[in-house]
Nanobody, 123 residues
Framework: QVQLVESGGGLVQAGGSLRLSCAAS????????MGWFRQAPGKEREFVAA????????DYVDSVKGRFTISRDNAKNTVYLQMNSVKPEDTAVYFC????????????????WGQGTQVTVSS
């Protein structure tokens, strides 16, 4: 069983930065691909970013490429999402997720989810 707890959300002005963290329990965290999803009001949950078990491979939705960076520290059982140059359309609840696999796959849903953290970008 893996438990995921997000933190770091809040209110930020457009153009600013925010860093989300996701702390994972369980000794096998380092064996799992991790990722971030988001859900805006009235919209479906969407993929944002993913990182492989060693951090050697990453993937992003086109709308955040060049602005967001996903990273992980396996010694701390933590994955991060650095959000730069944020826009009002980035406003959403952000969810941390874990795949029971070493690499992310768009065709497989994550097995574990966090409770989410709210990010609000003001214009």
């Amino acid at each position: 069983q893996v438990q995921l707890v997000e933190s770091g959300g809040g209110l930020v002005q457009a153009g600013g930065s925010l860093r989300l963290s996701c702390a994972a329990s369980g000794r096998i965290f380092s064996s799992y691909a991790m990722g971030w999803f988001r859900q805006a009001p009235g919209k479906e949950r969407e993929f944002v970013a993913a990182i492989s078990w060693t951090g050697s491979a990453t993937d992003y939705v086109d709308s955040v490429k060049g602005r967001f960076t996903i990273s992980r520290d396996n010694a701390k059982n933590t994955v991060y999402l650095q959000m730069n140059s944020v826009k009002p359309e980035d406003t959403a609840v952000y969810f941390c997720a874990a795949w029971v696999a070493r690499y992310y796959s768009a065709s497989i849903l994550p097995a574990y989810w966090g409770q989410g953290t709210q990010v609000t970008v003001s214009s």
